[in-house]
Nanobody, 120 residues
Framework: QVQLVESGGEVVQTGGSLRLSCTAS???????LGWFRQAPGGGREGVAC????????YYPRSMKRRFPISRGNGKNTVHLKMENLRPEDTAIYYC??????????????WGQGTQVTVSS
């Protein structure tokens, strides 16, 4: 069973910044790790993916690369840098593994999520 632990979600004002982190029980040299979010009453939306095998990030077109993802110094951590936050970014952000690497936004395992709330 893959274990994923997220941190960094907070309440911030519009225009503010946050850094989310995820630590996983997998070796990122061989797997992909990233984020999706889910707003109240909404579906899952891919945010960013780090491909361990490709050693590079991938982003869904809808996100327009707003939130850069990076790999931490260790073998099993990724970070999501969130700047210029808007109220519509309010959601639970989940760290997730991917069924087919970063080539497909299909999720295998995810953590408990971290709440990001952007106040207007």
């Amino acid at each position: 069973q893959v274990q994923l632990v997220e941190s960094g979600g907070e309440v911030v004002q519009t225009g503010g910044s946050l850094r989310l982190s995820c630590t996983a029980s997998i070796d990122l040299d061989y797997y992909s790790l990233g984020w999706f979010r889910q707003a109240p009453g909404g579906g899952r939306e891919g945010v960013a993916c780090w491909s361990g095998p490709d050693n590079r990030p991938y982003y869904p077109r809808s996100m327009k690369r707003r939130f850069p993802i990076s790999r931490g110094n260790g073998k099993n951590t990724v970070h999501l840098k969130m700047e210029n936050l808007r109220p519509e970014d309010t959601a639970i952000y989940y760290c997730t593994t991917f069924s087919n690497g970063c080539y497909e936004w299909a999720y295998d395992y995810w953590g408990q999520g971290t709440q990001v709330t952007v106040s207007s």
